[in-house]
């Protein structure tokens, strides 16, 4: 939230219009009017606003944040003056104008994040981001020590993204009660399901709003998770009426869809929601896809049954596959069937608890990212160490105890000094780990092999305006993506045609490796 | 053809109406019937007919066959008693009727074959069809005594589909002209490029049918292409009017659809079709999924760019990709993504020309067949050594001179002795070389490793109505996959729980192995 607004809306007092002259672009821009108190405000109000800056119209829904206050937000994608006008079915609400001036962003806002270049993704400035999340599901409804120390532990990782849920989750290692709940109850909580579901918990959406804020503060993208099957009845949530679940979703999206750092996830393991229909998620989709004026990443997670992710309002596949990034050949089918990016938001977790799903070695976990990244793919981590205290990172944050998250910086160093373009696998149908830029940048990932030599060779780069890449000049690194470090390699090596395929160092130069595993080459055009 | 009602059509004469008192279930009942040959009989005739059985009714077009003949045909579905009604804006051709008895189907004849268990073929009476492919694309459009060759190859071959090509091809080791031309020509063929597309060269899709003919007598279902990229407006094939392909289609659709062994592949390569749009295509499955009274199998195959294959009326995914099954984890990920057959027609041939796609060993590809059947999916053959008569199987058929159909038909063996429901992948996310039906089959490939001994164990087994795992009993044999041999190994093995997640031998026993590569173990439960 935009400071002005913000402090605007902790001024909101018992009448009138509050709303700032001025916010920056990708800011949270809003107008909060006094409505009415009577009836049900959450059923019974339309309120909507139409922001205007010449042809440019953004409708945006409003949201009752109790006490007779109205909101409704919106988040400029241009600079300039802004004209506004609500519209609603409450007298008090209706037709309320102003305008007001959008402002170059602050230094560290980029943006919201979408897709470039098919696979990859970028803010809304065109600076890259390069994908690298985690996950802690309900980090946000623990105790509020252990919140900030999530936070705190989020600012020191290398994350640029967090999945999380909004509603509580009841699974192995997470029996608690939520701090919060995001519906009335008819009966004082004495029961956990005897919801009045048409009245929202607003200080359950406030809570998780200004969590949302605290992850833009950190420059952390919230991959905001609708629904999850991890209730299976113990408050309902997960079976909630149909009118229900599409009255939350737009409450939700008109309440933080203004925010720059949001993403959809429409569910986490989809279909393990024994009470939802497939057609479901697609109504789901197609509201929130409808909904959100920004746009904002959508996806949708899967357990065993893939999602249909070539759904036009899918911006991007959310896959969890356990296996698919054991090696780049597999990471990378996906791309070619989606044409979307491809993140692997769950691929089994750094830790040691007895489900195989969250024992992977932190070398493993690493490995797979590597993997990933060769594949022109993204991963995600997750971490599942047991713990006297019941706080594994994966549910309910806290910190971080594995070795992982050093080495996944050390990657994303990496990342943030390779093309802008994204990583792209070079010759896949032949030799799955080379990925990059073909004749500008190359990663060769050697994984779990341990050579102690490695030959010059590069397949066929494309020529562009070249007569021919006879001649061409690289130069190279040896990066261990254990124990992060980076080696240059004396000198450049120049291309010779070696068949139709492949070109090799004129003097037949190689490369003197460790023998260890985890080695990568990182191989950089020099322009002559 | 049916026999009766292929003689009835040589008989035809200058009038009346022609059609058999009989016809096999799924075999070909034809109305033949003389009508105008004056104007267009292509394009200003409509002649259709509408087969009727109680409540069940298939419409279907007929087609102009040249000399003043119209013909509709009919694939029955069901035994008994049939009636027919014609309809056409020409009058000689309108409002013919009659009946006629459809009897049991000869021995041979299965009927069509359709997807069953999401992820395999069935023919229509139950029969599991084990596909196991290869291709010619234009064996059909060279010399007689190579079509003969051919034809008798495949009857000695495996092969139980083979993909061809409606269109002749330009292309290396292809560049000599087909035997026929699908249209007449406005300048009697002194260019190749001059055609009347109002025009059907009859005699070209005579020559077709009697191919498909001559394939479903030896049992071989007809994958047939009907567009291409091999012509690159060499004649212009590939680049008709957008009118014209569809009308084409329509021709085909009406003559060939009443073939039980016919399926549709809207295109090879769709996205090298450089004239052609991907709207294209799904307009041309939309075509031929409607026009075809049967819902033959449909599919559409890739070069580089794979086409959306979640499409509802794609029946099952034809993939090409050269590395997808150099594994079974690579190669079952489509699985998830399509929920339909995966077929990866194309993985690279066996060969020895300059390609990279055209050079595999007969070890490399029959390694391949077997990693894709681990996997639950389906493998193409294809054979491109180099000829001096340019005579390459993968393009014109003739004789198979590589060492890899021989373990295909040691592989087809073993896959008609595998239980009907098909294999499945057993343990995905922890341990890809596994396929079969869990509790009751296994297949386990070792590929390329060469072990000498395998502890048997088994990733836990659905219990279904057993209290525990504990005691279920297996046999084991050794497969050798590229020395064609099955060595049972002595005894049985009887399962006790290892972990949470496998089952181990109680005694402990393993099995000894010869060291080879591509052996495999099959095990099969031994019902107590």
Redesign the interface.
Known sequence: MNKITYLFALMLLATGLHAADSVEQWGVYEVALNGPTNGDPFLDVKFSARFTQGTNVVEANGFYDGDGIYRVRFMPETTGRWTYKTASNARKLNGKSGEFAVTKPAAKNHGTVGVTNTFHFAYADGTPYEELGTTCYVWQLQDEALQEQTLKTLAASPFNKIRFCVFPKRYTWNTNEPILYPFASRDDFATLTNWDFTQFNVKYFQHLEQRVADLQKLGIEADIILFHPYDEGHWGFDRMPAAVDDRYLRYVIARLAAYRNVWWSLANEWDFMKEKKESDFVRFGEIVSHDDPYHHLLSIHNG???F???LPWITHASIQ????V??P??AE??R??Y?KPVVYDEV?YEGNI?N?WGQLSAEELVFRFWNATIAGTYCGHGETYKSADQVLWWSKGGVLKGESPARLAFLKKVLDAAPPEGIEPID???D?PIGGQPGKYYLIYFGKTSPTNWVFQLPKPPLGKLQSADGLKFTAEILDAWNMTVTPVDGTFTLNKKS??SFADRDGRSIALSGKPYIAIRIRRVEN
């Open positions: 065993q049954k893939i249909n992710q070539t596959n356990g296996a698919a054991e090696e050949g597999r089918l996906y070619d069937v044409r089994k007895e195989r896949k149908w032949q799955s139709g395929y």
